[in-house]
Structures are given as C-alpha cells and as structure tokens.
C-alpha cells in the first residue's frame, strides 16, 4: 500500500480519549490527529516520539489528520489499524500470500450468520472467510494480540469455526505493523479467553497466518509470515 501522498512528520504530545492525538508539527504547529486505532498501544506509545501523519480532505471531518505511524526503537510501527484490512485484501487479490492463492473472486465485508469478515476469497473449488487483526504489541522477540480485552475479537474466532465446520476454509490473519519482532502468540496475561480461543480454533482447523509488515513513510507492504506459539 503506497500512501497517496506525502505524510506530515511530527512528534507525539499525548494520545488522549482513545481516538485523539496531539501531535506537534516540524513546523512548531500543533494539531489534534486522529487514532485509528482502539486498542491500548502499548509498547507503541512514547511521548515525544516522531510520528507521520496523513492530511484528509474532508471538510465534514473535525479533525485534519490521521496518525499512521510512530518511532520506536529507531523502528516505524505503524498504529492504524484500518491499514491490515486494505494489505490483505490486495494481497490475495494480486495472489502474493502463498498459502491464500487461487482466488477468482475477492471481496471485502462480507457477513456470515451474525459476523462480518473482512476478506471473503473464493473460486470453482472453495470458498474462504479471512479475518485480519492489526498487531502493534511487542513483548522481547514476541508480538502479541490484543493489547486490550476483544470480545468481538473471540466472536470472530468462534464464527469461524462454524465456517469450518460447514465445509469452507476459515483463516487469521494477524497483521505485525513492526519489524522487530521474530514470533507470534496470543497475549495470554491480557485476554485469556481470546488466548484459549484462538488455540482452539487453530485445533479444529482455523488457519493462522501472522505476517509481519514492512512500514516506512512512503508506503507499508506485507513481508514473511512469522512462525506461531499458541501455548503459554
């Protein structure tokens, strides 16, 4: 995903009533940006940090900008958790994930009973359901997910395995927004129950794929798939 335009450096103030930041500009100004972003960011917030923001044009918006991504590390993180959908979905539709190939048809949002996922892949032999989470916690060598407690997150894992059950491929995909991370595992001290979930999906079928993501000022595109440890 190449930015349509170039993003506004800046450093970090406060992230503040979950959705705002205040971000002060290169040029000394500063502005309220929004954070898409509802999870708790922790490992990815430092006040003071750089960060890039993306300007909107639209004047119904209060607020004139989005927070895509912050320094850590010496390392670009990126924080939007809309992006992980956007990657995914072009990914299977230009067939550049190995294991998600072979898809004539591709679409986004699309329901099953009372979810809705947000990829559905399918073609002459199968049909796919592929729920994609934005991954941003970093704990040693470790990315975890979620950052905070998901009740629609365990939802999600418990429809697809209704999915499986039905004869269709069910997949996870876990978006890594950073690169200095090396395996994935569910946060089992934040959200035992997603924990204990996600294993059990994996046991009746659910496929797992966390994909770490190569994020730079100038566009962020999926790399290698990460080796998994869904076992404390």
Not at 68 to 86: C, D, F, H, L, S
Request: glycine share 4%.
């Amino acid at each position: 995903m190449i930015f349509p335009k170039p993003l506004v450096h800046g450093r970090l103030i406060k992230r503040y009533k979950r959705f705002l930041a205040d971000v002060e500009l290169d040029n000394g100004d500063v502005v309220v940006a929004h954070t898409a972003n509802s999870g708790s960011m922790k490992s990815c917030l430092e006040e003071g940090a750089e960060v890039y923001l993306i300007h909107v044009d639209d004047p119904k918006r209060k607020t004139k900008y989005t927070w895509e991504m912050i320094q850590i590390n010496n390392a670009w993180v990126g924080i939007n958790t809309a992006v992980p959908n956007v990657l995914v979905y072009e990914a299977v539709k230009n067939q550049e994930i190995e294991a998600l190939t072979g898809f004539t048809h591709v679409k986004r949002e699309v329901k099953f009973e009372d979810s809705r996922f947000d990829v559905f892949a399918s073609n002459e032999k199968e049909e796919c359901f592929i729920e994609v989470k934005n991954v941003s916690l970093k704990d040693k060598q470790y990315a975890r997910f979620p950052d905070a407690v998901t009740t629609r997150g365990k939802k999600h894992l418990e429809t697809l395995m209704r999915v499986k059950e039905q004869g269709m491929r069910a997949v996870m995909v876990y978006v890594i927004q950073r690169s200095d991370v090396e395996i994935f595992t569910p946060a089992f001290d934040i959200d035992p129950d997603y924990a204990a979930t996600l294993k059990k999906a994996y046991e009746s079928g659910v496929e797992v794929y966390p994909i770490r993501a190569i994020v730079s000022p100038e566009k962020i595109e999926l790399g290698e798939i990460l080796p998994f440890n869904l076992t404390r």
